[in-house]
């Protein structure tokens, strides 16, 4: 599996990093185990997971992926040849939310304790909290590195704007600044992140690790018609992709993989690893099958030619 560096960190992570958001969700308790062990053994050392997955099943608190994941890491002893990463800020109900120093110090615990772990490799600011001043966040995660909880930190759906200015605050008061990004970006997502957020993260070398790399399924091929949503977990996402553009994609994607002896979701996420300034890709496997197209993704990699097919039925519709 090729690796690249986590922004200015010494951190070698996996060009595909495994998402965690299926883990109690389309993945059962008793079935990831053998889904982790053989992600891991594909090369795939870099799990990426939040508090709040999965929140949005009925019945659920979030937490539970993190507790599957932490379950797994105390029974297979293979802490140390993980690299984890979860996140925080997001709502988990009753009150906690956002980015305080006082809610981030319970968080932090209550995600080392799901995790049965003493550190977390990269903690994620889930999403922007106007209601907390920068530096206030940032002096918490300084703290926490210092205890050694933090190892480094991250954000996750930040506007361009405001990720400069937390760069900006962390420079100019000497904290801890962020290492990576986490934004919304694939093959049929490609603004803002382009247009808003590369920018920024070229000017202070961030490492990016785009989320939803296969929209939800979509550039898997396996969603092309109404009828394919039916009673499938992720349908209500990807039924907005179903249009000219939509299809479009989905059309050089089967022509480019043919072309590559490939398949539609390795091609899309070689295309996205491809981009300039990406470090990692996310990518969620429910059946240990699919660990084969993430490991091949890793090693496929696209002439110019096909780069510019997929680009071109890909460009953004000019609003």
Do not use: C
Not at 141 to 163: D, H, M, P, T, W
Not at 251 to 260: F, P, Q, R, S, T
């Amino acid at each position: 599996m090729r690796t690249r560096k986590l922004g200015k960190t010494p951190l070698d992570v996996p060009v595909i990093t495994l998402g965690g958001n299926v883990f109690g969700w389309t993945v059962s308790e008793s079935e990831s185990p053998r889904l982790l062990d053989a992600a891991l053994d594909a090369g795939l050392n870099f799990i990426d997971t939040a508090d709040l997955y999965s929140r949005w099943v009925p019945g659920h608190t979030g937490g539970e992926s993190e507790t599957i994941i932490g379950k797994w890491l105390h029974a297979s002893g293979k802490r140390d040849r993980v690299i984890v990463a979860t996140k925080v800020g997001m709502d988990m109900g009753d009150g906690k939310v956002g980015l305080s120093p006082a809610y981030i110090g319970r968080a932090v615990e209550g995600s080392l304790r799901r995790l049965q772990t003493d550190r977390i490799d990269l903690y994620q600011s889930h999403q922007d909290d106007a209601q907390t001043p920068l530096e206030e966040t940032l002096r918490t995660y300084e703290r926490l590195i210092q205890q050694g909880k933090v190892r480094y930190i991250g954000a996750s759906n930040y506007k361009g704007g405001r990720l400069r200015e937390a760069m900006e605050t962390s420079r100019q008061h000497h904290l801890p600044s962020y290492q990576s990004l986490q934004p919304h970006y694939n093959l049929v997502e490609r603004d803002p992140y382009e247009t808003d957020l590369a920018p920024v993260v070229a000017e202070y070398g961030l490492g990016v690790l785009p989320y939803f790399s296969l929209a939800s399924g979509f550039l898997t091929g396996k969603y092309r018609s109404a009828a394919d949503l039916k009673d499938r977990a992720r349908g209500g996402m990807v039924g907005k992709y179903l249009n000219e553009r939509g299809l479009a994609v989905l059309a050089a994607l089967d022509e480019v993989a043919g072309e590559h002896h490939s398949n539609p979701a390795r091609v899309a996420l070689a295309w996205l690893i491809a981009q300039p300034g990406i470090t990692s890709a996310i990518a969620s496997a429910t059946r240990v099958e699919h660990l084969a197209d993430l490991a091949g993704a890793a090693d496929l990699t696209l002439d110019a030619e096909s780069i510019e097919k997929l680009d071109r039925a890909s460009a953004p519709v000019a609003v």
